[in-house]
């Protein structure tokens, strides 16, 4: 059954027009009256409503709620993914990955070794870019709840901003804890943060500044990964902890 993001408060019963995302989507699948489809992204309820198309036009497409379903895919406990962009496609490949992982929340940096620098309209054009990345992601996976895509902001600005939960950097620094040995520690429904640099990986002082700040270092193993590569891995083990 095809699923369509509708961020939206429903109820029984109740008929509407989808978005104009939505309304594409269902046109593209050539979807008629009287067909079913499943919608996800009610954010009083969560979970999943199964819908009846009911009437197709050209900028609009009606559809009826029909009944809300309780169904969460998502790890047990809140995973934020803070990383330094990498370059190209990599960071769409990214955003994909950790939202079928169901990560909570995915925050662009740049750090001073960062090659991608986004600022203004730029920025705010890649955010909404991967914003849309995720929500395909979870039509295509079966996650309820899209992951936010913060605005991209650098290191020292997003450090000024408080958080609540368990804190890691990735990094291969001599007496890293195993991350394997770092989740295991960590509450079944704790919130964690992982953080992971750019290509280059953080600078001597981005890394001193974070240990000073009180997040871990942990590390993924003897190996050299690509800065995406990287993240996914801490990701799924983080979720595979929960």
């Given at each position: 059954m095809p699923r369509i993001?509708?961020?939206?408060?429903?109820?029984?019963?109740?008929?509407?027009?989808?978005?104009?995302?939505?309304?594409?989507?269902?046109?593209?699948?050539?979807?008629?009256p009287g067909d079913t489809l499943t919608l996800f992204g009610d954010p009083v309820r969560g979970g999943e409503w199964s819908a009846v198309v009911q009437g197709m036009g050209r900028q609009t497409v009606h559809v009826q709620a029909v009944a809300h379903h309780a169904i969460e895919r998502e790890p047990s406990r809140a995973i934020h993914l803070v990383v330094g962009m990498p370059t190209?496609?990599?960071?769409?490949?990214?955003?994909?990955?950790?939202?079928?992982l169901g990560v909570a929340s995915?925050?662009?940096?740049?750090?001073?070794?960062?090659?991608?620098?986004?600022?203004?309209?730029?920025?705010?054009?890649?955010?909404?870019?991967?914003?849309?990345?995720?929500?395909?992601?979870?039509?295509?996976?079966?996650?309820?709840?899209?992951?936010?895509?913060?605005?991209?902001?650098?290191l020292d600005a997003w450090l000024r901003q408080p958080i609540d939960g368990a804190r890691a950097m990735l990094c291969l620094?001599?007496?890293?804890?195993?991350?394997?040995?770092?989740?295991?520690?960590?509450?079944?429904?704790?919130?964690?943060?992982?953080l992971h640099g750019p290509e280059g990986g953080l600078a001597p002082a981005e890394a001193r500044r974070l240990l000073e700040l009180g997040w871990q270092p942990v590390t993924l193993g003897p190996r050299?990964?690509?800065?995406?590569?990287?993240?996914?891995?801490?990701?799924?083990?983080?979720?595979?902890?929960?």
């Open positions: 993001y509708h961020p939206a408060s429903l109820q029984t019963g109740l008929n509407f027009a989808l978005t104009p995302q939505g309304t594409r989507h269902v046109q593209v699948l050539r979807l008629q190209n496609d990599r960071m769409d490949w990214l955003v994909e990955k950790a939202t079928e995915i925050q662009p940096l740049m750090t001073e070794r960062s090659v991608l620098r986004l600022q203004g309209e730029r920025a705010d054009k890649k955010r909404a870019h991967w914003q849309a990345v995720a929500v395909s992601a979870c039509e295509q996976c079966g996650g309820n709840r899209v992951p936010v895509l913060h605005e991209v902001l650098t620094a001599a007496g890293s804890q195993p991350l394997r040995d770092w989740a295991g520690q960590q509450g079944p429904s704790q919130p964690v943060w992982l050299v990964l690509r800065a995406e590569t990287a993240a996914i891995v801490a990701t799924t083990w983080m979720a595979g902890a929960a």
